[in-house]
């Protein structure tokens, strides 16, 4: 056996690093703190292409092509093609049996007035050409018996049956203009018994009886007749009723008289061929099979070259396929998914490069939900946890990108007692200490130095008879540890209209993720509670907080979102209590005693006092309430000052860019000081 060996050219290379899908997360991420939810989030990763393949196109990309192509082929011809071409060989072939019968009749008299036949024949032959009638369809019947006396009008009249049996064919199997190239009868008998065989097999296919093996034996004796070269008989319907239509939609773009004049020309080709029957047939068979395709939809070339009828039909089945794929590749349609595209018509439009590509974005979307990152509930795609907790690191690691290097707010204490975090460090035992004793190295360091005196204590040191190992104090040493405080965490985060007017949204969640991938990494010990207000208040999950949207309802009710928080805090009492808030109005709503809520703007002075209430509650429970405000509004100003001077808290103009910034150096400032 011999072997070659080569550039592999068969799609992408099989050898390939996989792509890793945690960087297409971290691109879809970008969109999700920014403000978007997970669905449109991937549908903009999918547009855009790959992250770090520039040979992957993304369906932006596709679409421009897409379009390019039908611009294109809008512009590649008229579709009367056809049409024009057969008036100009009829007019051809009447004029030179004129220039034939004119000739034979001695020409012209004297003066000039035209011919004069002398002989009645001529007289006769001319006046049925005079009679033909204006539509080349009846043209053409009415010369179907006509005995030509040209040699060069009959051949032209040859010439046009024929280009016409060729056009109509070809225009429903690609393959019948080389097929039918020369006139040859044996050839166009061929093309009967073909078409003959291929209703048969449809009919029996209608009725259960077709079998593969029928299929194989038709492409056998006939397969030259369909370049497309179909595999079974299912992908044989798809080619044959894609054409048939598009020949209908031909037919459905010119005008009434145009269609009226090729319609006659096709009827009376295929009579003349015999296939008429037959291809009526078909053309019932394929469109009961295929009744989704736009059988009678027009259709406007606008370009200067007249087309074939053949060529027309052809450009009309790409554009329906460029049509089709514009549609689904915008994916702007409820349940919209990769999977909708059809490989084949992408192959057929655009090449194997755009398969690849395609099956390059399949694989992410795939991917995504295969290693768990995102999930589809009732039709909406979300985040799970798992893409949420990455992501919140994300956010994390941008806002620790613009604080200064050094200490991050960890506040270690290495003398803690045994209650502390182990380091993984030891040191020596020291009067008083209490943290546990690691036994592994107190044996150690007593068998290292061995039998002998044990220096430092005036004790000995010694085997006994039966290898026991005697310890000494200095042989004791303790595991180093560390005590972290414990915390009740609030960051209690306006959801309300404005928030999303005012273009503060996006940051509002950001610094939520932030935070919350800071605590549950940095500070496992702390109880960290998100709380979303707008017109009430509602705790939100880690897990919900990339899909969070906004409210569009009017209400700023800081009162509902503080009793919240107070609960929290309440239920961890030996805890540090750390609120925070972001906001960017004042308080305009409160809850009422039967659990609905009041909204009236200006505020009422019942909704700020029962704010402030629970602000002194909060102070109460020593817990220090920071506010940052995301807008300059003088009535908010003054509240948050009010608040600040009851509790004690300080107050932040944070801008819309520097919130997470803010907010997590102020939560590390809190705990470094705790």
Known sequence: ??????????????????????????????????????????????????????????????????????????????????????????????????????????????????????????????????????????????????????????????????????????????????ALAGSDPAALERVRRMMTALNDMLDRDARGEHTQRDFDDFMSEYGDMFPERPRNLEELVDVLARRAAATQRLLASLTPAQREELAGLINQALEQAGLADQ???????????RPDLAWNTPERLGGDEPLGMADAVTALDELADLTQLEAVLRQDYPGARLDDVDEAAIRRALGRSAVDDLRALRRIERELEQQGYLQRRRGKLELTPKAVRRLGETALRRVFASLESGRRGDHDQVDAGAAGELTGSTRPWRFGDEQPIDVVRTVVNAVRRGPGPAGG????????????????????????????????????VDLSYSMALRGTWAAAKQTAMALQALVSSTFPQ??????????????????????????????????????????????????????????????????????????????????????????????????????????????????????????????FS???????EYVVSDFLRTRRKR
């Open 279 to 289: 291809m009526h047939r078909l053309g019932e068979s394929l469109r009961s099979r």
């Open 457 to 492: 204590r005036g004790e000995s040191h010694r085997e006994d008879r039966r290898g026991a190992v005697t310890l000494s104090v200095d042989d004791f040493e303790v595991a180093e540890t560390e005590r972290r405080t414990a915390a009740a965490v609030c960051l209690l």
């Open 654 to 660: 944070a801008g819309a860019d520097r919130l997470g």
């Open 1 to 178: 056996m011999s072997y070659r060996y080569g550039e592999y050219r068969d799609g992408p290379d099989p050898l390939a690093a996989p792509y890793d899908v945690r960087a297409a997360l971290d691109q879809m991420g970008d969109a999700v703190l920014s403000g978007s939810n997970p669905g449109h989030a991937l549908r903009d990763l999918l547009r855009r292409g790959l992250p770090g393949a520039e040979d992957r196109r993304g369906l932006d990309d596709l679409l421009r092509e897409v379009r390019r192509r039908r611009r294109e082929l809008r512009e590649r011809g008229r579709l009367d093609g056809t049409l024009e071409r057969a008036r100009a060989l009829l007019d051809k072939a009447i004029g030179q049996e004129r220039a034939e019968l004119m000739g034979g009749s001695g020409g012209s008299p004297p003066g000039g007035r035209g011919p004069d036949p002398s002989d009645d024949e001529t007289r006769l032959r001319l006046s049925v050409l005079d009679g033909v009638p204006d539509d080349p369809a009846g043209a053409i019947q009415s010369l179907s018996a006509y005995d030509w006396r040209s040699a060069a009008a009959r051949e032209t009249f040859a010439e046009l049956r024929d280009l016409l049996r060729r056009e109509v064919l070809d225009s429903q199997f690609r393959g019948m203009r080389q």
């Open 526 to 651: 702390d109880s960290v509670q998100i709380v979303g207000f707008s017109n009430y208040a509602r705790v939100l999950q880690p897990d919900e907080l990339a899909g969070l949207e906004w409210d569009m309802v009017q209400g700023t009710n800081l009162h509902h979102a503080l009793l919240i928080a107070g609960r929290h805090l309440d239920r961890h009492p030996d805890f540090e209590p750390v609120v925070l808030v972001v906001t960017d109005g004042e308080p305009t709503s409160h809850l009422r005693r039967n659990g609905s809520y009041a909204f009236e703007w200006p505020p009422t002075r019942e909704t700020l006092e029962l704010t402030l209430a629970e602000v002194d509650k909060m102070t109460r429970r020593r817990a220090t309430l920071n506010v940052f405000m995301l807008a300059e509004d003088e009535r908010l100003k003054e509240f948050v000052d009010e608040v600040a001077r009851r509790n004690g808290g300080r107050v």
